[in-house]
């Protein structure tokens, strides 16, 4: 995904300081900046590296001023670090929002699901599963008989959810959780 300097400003209500119209594609330490690269600087022990970094677009304070010539468009904000995890969470739901089903995938005749959900390749979803709105299955996650799942959900890759188990509202399992698993031990 690329982004210009300018709907970067827009999104973190800074202001520009070179070339608006410049696009990056990735993240870098603005000391490993390289062309299509955005950075930021926060730290006043790395203000050295602004001057060598390679990166395309540097989020930077409102209140720096550069002492040497600089190669990279600056976008200056109230709080840079603050900016930058701002931007961080943005760019997470953007690439998390997606939609559909992939294939292949095992999807229970009986389960059933909400609008605006996604289903990762290679997932399973078992009978009677009920999941609600926005609800978002990255790939590789096993769902059992009679779960139910809430609205505005994200469970990520390789998650596993044992039958008869209840997920609420607004829940992010992480990968390779097990949810449902037994809690007191196990004894044969």
Known sequence: MKFTASQIAGILEGEVHGNPEISVHKLAKIEEGVEGSLTFLANPKYTHYIYSTEASITIVNKDFKPEQELTTTLIKVDDAYKSFSKLLEFYNNVKNNKVGIEKPVFLSETASYGKDFYLGAFSYLGNNVKIGNNVKIF??????????????????????????????????????????????????
Do not use: Q
């Open 139 to 188: 790939p590789n996650v096993y769902v059992g008989d009679n779960v139910t799942i809430g609205n505005d959900v994200v469970i990520h890759s390789g998650a596993k959810i044992y039958s008869e188990s209840v997920i609420g509202n607004g829940c992010m399992i992480h990968s390779a959780v097990i949810i449902g698993a037994d809690g007191f031990g196990f004894t044969p």
